[in-house]
């Protein structure tokens, strides 16, 4: 049993991940303001003590600890560890992701709004005196009144707070004894801070290091743009705990080490996480090459901006007055998606020739990294996979991902080397393994192609996984919300959801590559609107009436698609340059513009042709989504 403490963006994402497994599991929150659809949690509401806290866990056999409250609790984290610490009960910490403070102030802007930062909040109180401050708008939030009270108490201030409009909230500030006339009320998601700050005019802003989810950046960005100060109170620092996430992968993985038996399947690394893991380790040895330092995880970036760590396999290295060379290997995970290079050892070897030493400018920083490709990686035969021919099959976002990961480790070891940084990535066993796949179809020889785009195999092919999609569909319906978006993942999603800003996170969901099953579901559910995403990989496959759309099973048709082009008026070149592309994704380059919204109506026709009577007492909405993120219809 789980027991989740949240009331947060990040306590939603946890019982996201915890109603896949369709297990009971505990979620408490201190009030009970925070609207949430549980299916199989149970909610608990009301603060708990050290006392409350170890009872209930041993009352309910309670085998993992999660802390996903807000990152301001002090109180409730230094409860839940002691409390972990005390039963010997794992606990993991889903923390937010923050912005780069210097980053997001950078030099210039930070010459005309210099940077006020404070660890406390009578720190904060103290600043403001002392400078003489009298006008101030705090966006901190209803607990931080108290906290302020030295500064709002004194008679020359003319202090306001934005707090949510809800009774709770103004039974703290009666008990502060702050004067209600200086409340500025605001509901998620309408506040309209521009006007707000028009309105008011405060000689400073005080506002929390509240993180990506807290929208922090997008504050600093309002403020500073129309001139006012600025001062921020930094998160606390945190206790220890057994391990910190700060992403849905990240949480899902912990769930999965420490409760192997909760989630029906278990996910996995991507061939290009392997590689960007086996980079970074080796980096790291490289640059600090002492005897019996040991790596044996190493931490990732992933795409989506979070962090997850890898199990480092091996490491070995050779350093010469000329040349420093160490090799990592990280074994592929697939988890349980059924995949050919599940336990292959993935290899990168860094390396710096001194021989090559030479200037370079911050311009050239992306090209002091030089990936290659080594034995068991294929390479590139055919044009339209993206990468160059005759390179290695390594696709565009490990590539990308295995550059910033190593910049990221080397702005901690500045200046930047003079010489390149080589990095080959090889798979010991590729090339037999490779025959197995659909890399010789691809124009790909040799060896695997290093892939992902998300760094995670979230396994799509068993009867658990279309479960998992049953339970998220159920937990979909059960919010009320009046459409329930279906993406292949979480590329398509990221596009889609800007059209749909009124749903509810819990109203998009993933079907993987079985379409077909969650339309089902959507009916067996009486879901009524229901929008389909669909990446042109997938919508080609599925417009010829395959509903699963797993590579394994079915490839694309050339042949069907020239008949799709005849029939929606292509010209002779664009039907016959059909033939000679690789994958679907090519038809975005390959269609001139004057056929490409007939062709691409044709294709969702065909789409909803096969779809349309899964959903016979419901409406559905076909979306194709290009690279670039355009929605056509």
């Known amino acids: 049993m789980i027991l989740i403490l949240g009331g947060t963006t990040e306590g939603r994402k946890v019982v996201g991940i915890a109603e896949e497994a369709g297990k009971p599991y505990y979620y408490s929150t201190k009030g009970d303001e925070q609207e949430i659809s549980l299916q199989h949690g149970i909610r608990l509401t009301g603060a708990l003590t050290q006392t ?69 909040y009578e720190e904060l109180s103290e600043l403001l005196n002392e400078e003489g401050i009298h006008r101030v708008l705090a966006l901190t939030g209803v607990q931080s009144i108290p906290k302020l009270k030295p500064f709002w108490k004194k008679k020359e201030s003319e202090c306001y707070f934005r707090i949510l409009d809800r009774e709770s909230s103004r039974e703290i500030v009666r008990k502060a004894g702050f004067p209600e006339d200086r409340l500025v009320y605001y509901t998620p998601g309408k506040e309209n801070l521009p006007e707000l700050l028009r309105q008011l005019s405060p000689e400073v802003v005080l506002l929390k290091e509240s993180g990506v989810s807290g929208g922090f950046s997008e504050k600093v960005n309002i403020i500073t743009e129309q001139g006012i100060r600025l001062y921020i109170l930094l998160r606390p620092s945190l206790p220890p705990y057994d391990q910190t996430v700060n992403g849905v992968n990240g949480m899902r993985r912990a769930i999965e080490h420490f409760l192997p038996d909760f989630l029906p399947l278990r996910s996995g690394l991507t061939t290009g996480t392997c590689a960007t893991a086996a980079a970074s380790a080796a980096l790291r040895k490289l640059l600090s090459p002492i005897p019996g330092n040991r790596i044996e995880d190493v931490s990732v970036l992933l795409p989506n901006g979070e962090k997850i760590a890898v199990p480092v396999h091996s490491v070995t290295g050779s350093f010469t007055d000329r040349r420093m060379e160490v090799s990592c290997t990280v074994i592929k995970d697939g988890g349980d998606d059924p995949d050919v290079t599940n336990g292959l050892p993935i290899v990168a070897t860094v390396s710096i020739d001194i021989s090559e030493e030479k200037p370079h400018t911050e311009g050239e920083r992306q090209q002091v990294i030089q990936i290659h490709g080594g034995q068991g990686v294929g390479t590139v035969t055919l044009p339209g996979l993206g990468l160059e021919v005759g390179g290695p099959a390594i696709n565009t976002t490990p590539r990308q991902m295995i550059t910033e990961n190593l910049l990221h480790i080397l702005d901690r070891h500045k200046p930047l080397p003079t010489a390149p940084i080589h990095v080959t990535i090889s798979v010991p066993g590729g090339e037999e393994v490779a025959a197995r796949t659909f890399n010789p179809r691809l124009g790909v020889v040799g060896g695997i192609s290093i892939i992902g785009t998300s760094g995670i195999v979230k396994p799509f092919s068993s009867e658990a996984f279309v479960n998992s999609i049953r339970k998220e569909m159920s937990v979909a319906r ?15 999603e990221k596009y889609i959801r800007s059209l749909y800003p009124e749903l509810p996170s819990q109203a998009f969901v993933h079907y993987g590559n079985f379409i077909g099953e969650t339309i089902r579901m959507a009916a067996e559910l009486d879901i009524r609107q229901l929008t389909l995403g669909v990446m042109i990989g997938k919508a080609v496959k599925l417009a010829e009436g395959h509903l699963d759309t797993h590579s394994k099973k079915v490839t694309m048709n050339k042949e069907f698609l020239k008949e799709i082009a005849r029939q929606s008026g292509c010209n002779t070149a664009t039907v016959t340059a059909i033939e000679g592309i690789t994958l679907a994704r090519e038809l975005w380059e390959l269609l001139p513009e004057a056929e490409l919204q007939a062709f691409c109506s044709l294709l969702i026709e065909q789409c909803h042709r096969h779809c349309d009577p899964l959903l016979p007492d419901g409406e559905l909405t076909i979306l194709l989504i290009t690279e670039e993120g355009k929605v056509i219809r």
Do not use: W
């Not at 839940?80 to 794992?90: D, F, K, M």
């Not at 993991?92 to 709004?113: A, G, S």
């Not at 059960?478 to 398509?492: F, Y």
């Open 478 to 492: 059960a919010t009320g919300s009046p459409r329930i978006v279906i993406n292949s993942g979480a590329k398509s």
């Open 52 to 120: 409350t806290m170890k009872a209930f866990c041993r009352k309910n056999g309670i085998r993992l600890l999660v802390d996903a409250a807000h990152p301001f609790a002090e109180q409730l984290h230094a409860t839940v560890t002691a409390v972990s610490q005390a039963l010997g009960i794992p606990c993991v910490r889903y923390e937010r992701m923050y912005d780069d403070l210097f980053k997001l102030f950078n030099e210039e802007m930070y010459d005309e709004y210099p940077l006020k930062l404070r660890e406390k």
